[in-house]
């Protein structure tokens, strides 16, 4: 089976290939790529160049055109690259076309985000999880891996074995599939008891764009020690931590982070996962608010919230702005009449517009800083509360007792 995984010791260089349309102006091509050289820097690439083209569409059999091709092969060539990243997903007939151009490793967004899943998925569960993903995604492209048996020239005689095995790999992969997928039915089974077990407490879920602080935040207000770095994707499996506030108990997710463009197969893979998200009562909707396209970040969550939890009753959301120890705005002159953007509105401003439209289910907070987290406190035990004295109307959890762990006593 091939392997795509790079580990940390390779680290090479690479450069990112994307591609303006008249879906994507350059502007949006631009931030795009500096999220995909992020996730090759988490992955252990190293980004040195980026390729833009502007076309209507995607060429079907080279992605980009033949002249920009030809000034990639020219530049990985001259420069001894051993990698090149496309930001959109390709066909197997375009990935194939291009590695045969480019003689050198090619990877799409979707199997560099695989990459990094790989990388981080710790437990069981997580492994199985990247593993199928990884297999569903390989599937259609089995026909790269079996070059050395294809048959060199026509002829009677002298057909190759070559397609004989790609069949006979097809179906080891599908075998493997079906077997990944009767575990994780397993592992579902085991992850709803669990949930079961847990009660009738109050579900809150920390969701969000990746790498926003998730973890960070969560081990402050649980005082746990979930894994936390500014890489994406730090965090793969929810952590579930007991927590109390003002003698109120509940329980807090950490979740997965999403991102665009997110492989169809991971969602179906973490589905035992997210299943967290579905099952919350309250979702924290963990926002960094000093990323300049945060708002586009707040839509491609809001989005996939929706997916996940499809057919389902709407959830209460409070929105949780993080990071606003590193905002920054530039103020525009008097004398400037050009509209103003994104980068010349204050903090001050955002948080009356979204208090405004939010009412009381925004926060802005600094997790690192530890700014504003009281109020945030506060603010979640009145959501929490809601829910619990309609849930135990005839339980006054005011007496109620709790030690550190956060059993009664």
Known sequence: MKEFILTEQESEQTVLVGLVTPQQNEAKVKEYLDELAFLADTAGA???????QKLDYPNPVTFVGKGKLEEIRQYVEENEIGLVIFDDELSPKQLKNIEEALKVKILDRTSLILDIFAKRAQTAHAKTQVELAQYQYLLPRLTRLWTHLERQRGGIGMRGPGETQIETDRRIV???ISALKEELKLIDRQKSVQRKNRGKMVRVALVGYTNVGKSTLMNLLCKSDVFAE????ATLDTTVRKMIIENLPFLMSDTVGFIRKLPTNLIES????LDEVREADILLHVVDISHPAFEEQIEVVDKTIADICKGGEPKPVILVFNKIDAFTYVQKDEDDLSPRTRENISL???KATYMARMGDNCIFISAVEK????????LMYQKVKEI?????????????QYDESGDQV
């Not at 500014?230 to 994707?233: S, T």
């Not at 619990?388 to 109620?400: E, G, I, S, T």
Request: hydrophobic share 35%.
């Open 388 to 400: 619990h004295v309609k849930r135990f109307p005839y339980n006054d959890f005011l007496y109620y």
């Open 174 to 176: 599908l075998d493997k």
């Open 46 to 52: 190293v980004p040195v160049k980026n390729f833009i």
């Open 348 to 350: 001050e401003e955002l």
């Open 270 to 273: 973490f589905k035992s996962t």
């Open 371 to 378: 700014s504003n987290i009281e109020e945030l406190k506060t």
């Open 230 to 233: 500014n890489k994406l994707f």
